[in-house]
Nanobody
């Protein structure tokens, strides 16, 4: 059973910074990509940033230049460094990992439980 352990959310004032982390626990296959998504109150979930196993990254336009996604020393851990936070960044942030199956064909997506980020004005 794969679980994603997320941490780092919280309450911060506008202009501040937070760092989110995501680490899978359990037996997981080779990871293809890890992404951070967010769901603001009353809105749909959206991609914030993603990093592939090859190190390629992509970001939502709204966070470019402010957020950075990176791998930890353990490449299964991913960080999302968020700087110059704005009230509109307030959302529940979810980690998503796409990995190969273990002993079964195909790729599988796993979601974290979400961590709340609140930015006050």
């Amino acid at each position: 059973q794969v679980q994603l352990v997320e941490s780092g959310g919280g309450l911060v004032q506008a202009g501040g910074s937070l760092r989110l982390s995501c680490t899978p626990s359990g037996t997981i296959g080779s990871i293809n990509s890890i992404g951070w998504y967010r769901q603001p109150p009353g809105k749909q979930r959206e991609l914030v940033a993603r990093i592939t196993s090859g190190g390629s990254t992509n970001y939502a336009d709204s966070v470019k230049g402010r957020f950075t996604i990176s791998n930890g020393n353990d490449k299964n851990t991913v960080y999302l460094q968020m700087s110059s936070l704005k009230p509109e960044d307030t959302a529940v942030y979810y980690c998503r990992i796409v990995a190969e199956g273990v002993g079964v064909p195909g790729n599988y997506a796993y979601w974290g439980q979400g961590t709340q980020v609140t930015v006050s004005s």
